[in-house]
C-alpha cells in the first residue's frame, strides 16, 4: 500500500514553482526519511499531504493519498497524523493542554473550551496523554509550556486519532539534547508500536534508527532514494548540502561534522 503517491505534480507558494513535474511514492513497508537543505521543498511536500497547498491541476498529474486521490479531511487525519511546530492549528496558544489535544480531533476549525467533548474522545485524550507523561500539564496554557512539552502536545494532538502513519516536520528543532534524545524515543517506540512515520528534515541526528529509507531532496527534486547505509555517504551528503561533508555512524544513529 502506497502512503503517498505523487505524480508529475507542479506546485506553487507564491509566484515561485517550488516542485516542477515532481514525483515520489512512499509506500508503508518502512519508515521513511525526507531529508533536503533549508528551501528544498520538504514542508511544501507536507502541506500537500495536510491539504494546505494544493496542485495545479494538469492531466499527468496525480496526488494519491492511501491510493485514494479524494479524501476528506476527517477521515485523511485517522490514516494520516501530521506533526508539525510550523504548520497551521486550529486552537489559539492560549489553549490549555486537553484542549490542544483534543483539537485532534477536529479540523482547523478551532475549538472552544465551553464545546463539550464527548467522553470516548476525552477518555482518548488522557490515554495519548498518559503515553506521552504529559497529564499533569493537561491545565496548562500552551504559550506557557517549554518548547519540548509543546511538541510532546503536538503529537499527542496526532495521536489522538490513531493515525497510522505519523509525519514529522523536523522533530527535535529547537530541543536542548536530552529533551531531543527523549523525543526520539517516543518516536522508536512509536514504530516498535507498528507507526510508520515519514520524516522531514535537514537534521541527520534526528534520524532514528528504525528509519531506514532516505530521499534526498535538493530544489525540488529528489537527488537519490534507498536504503540510509547506502544513501548517507560523504559524498552524497556533500553534494546534498554543498559542503564538505564527513559521516558518522554510531549505534544505528548518524552524525555529521566538517569533511
Ligand atoms: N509562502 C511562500 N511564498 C513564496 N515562496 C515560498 C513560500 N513558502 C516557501 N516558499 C519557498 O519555497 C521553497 C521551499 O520551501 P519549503 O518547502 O519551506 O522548504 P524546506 O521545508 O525544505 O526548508 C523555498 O525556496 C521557499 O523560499
Ligand atoms: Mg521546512
Redesign the pocket.
Known sequence: MNIIDLQNITVF??R?K?LDNFSLTIDESQSTVIL?P???????ILKLLNRELYIVEDKESSLKIFEKDRWNVDDLRSNLGVVSQHLQHGYSNSALGLYVVLSGFYSSDGIWQHQKFDEKKLNRAKEVMDLLSISELQEREFSSMSTGEQRKFLLARSLVNDPAVLVFDEPTSGLDMSTCFQYLEIIRELISMGKKVILVTHHIHEIPPEVTRVILLKEGKVVEDGDKDKVLNDASLTNLFDWPIKVIKENGYYQVIPG
Open positions: 507558494q507564491g515561485n517550488i533536503g533549508n528551501g528544498s521543498g520538504k514542508t511544501t
